[in-house]
Nanobody
């Protein structure tokens, strides 16, 4: 599956952004989808994940309560709505797809990656 992430940008602290990840036509529903991020000088980390059916979601503690992951199977797109953004949310955000049913946040379980979209939160 090919993934394309977009929707990043510059936003002030406290603001919101919605990231989108478009998958190859007709394929997204076959994968567990997730968002990861990598801040400058740091390791890539799991942000949020959503099951194939969309009924199960998981979040990193750092974004829990501020972010919502969702998917639209008709559009083969996964979204990450981020609210109350903080400067520490600044990172390149990647979407990823896994053939495992529940890969959790384990990076190496994800076989397909998008190119990343930069989110910058100013203080």
């Amino acid at each position: 599956v090919q993934l394309q992430a977009f929707g990043g940008g510059l936003v002030q602290a406290g603001g919101s952004l919605r990231l989108s990840c478009a998958a190859s036509a007709g394929t997204a529903s076959n994968y567990f989808m997730a968002w990861f991020r990598q801040a400058p000088g740091k390791e890539r980390e799991f942000v949020a994940g959503i099951s194939r059916s969309g009924t199960t979601t998981s979040y990193a503690d750092s974004v829990k309560g501020r972010s919502t992951i969702s998917r639209d199977t008709t559009k083969n797109t996964v979204y990450l709505q981020m609210n109350s953004l903080k400067p520490e949310d600044t990172a390149v955000y990647y979407c990823a797809a896994s053939t495992r049913l529940y890969p959790s946040g384990t990076e190496w379980f994800f076989e397909n990656w998008g190119q990343g979209t930069l989110v910058t939160v100013s203080s």
